[in-house]
């Protein structure tokens, strides 16, 4: 769900851009800024994998997250759909996604004109 904090963001639309999330090498990865858990602090060191429309961001501790990249002026919805996530605007081109306890910073390029 979008986030009723930024009501710019619905006039907006969000595309990722993470250009270096091409196929996966063992010593390249993108790495994102995240928070994990109630307590986490900002860290960049979430790597972060795309295949496609599919987003995979990792945590330390093994766990991880799906996302969709979506075309309605979304950005991004989970890709499970188990729980809601909330999206803002944190800067020039960046957002901020929430879902649980769980928090990201991704890099996005925000145009106006979408629906």
Known sequence: MMNDRVPLIGMLCC????MGCGPREE??????ECAIGPHGDWAA????????DLLTLRHADGGFRRFR???DG???????????ASISIVGKGRIEIRIGEDRYRLPALLSQGAR
């Open 45 to 52: 060191s979430c790597p972060i994998e795309r295949q496609g």
């Open 27 to 32: 010593n390249a990865r993108t790495r994102i």
């Open 69 to 71: 990249i979506v075309a």
């Open 74 to 84: 979304r950005g991004v919805v989970p890709a499970d759909g188990a729980e809601d």
């Open 15 to 18: 595309c990722i851009a993470l």
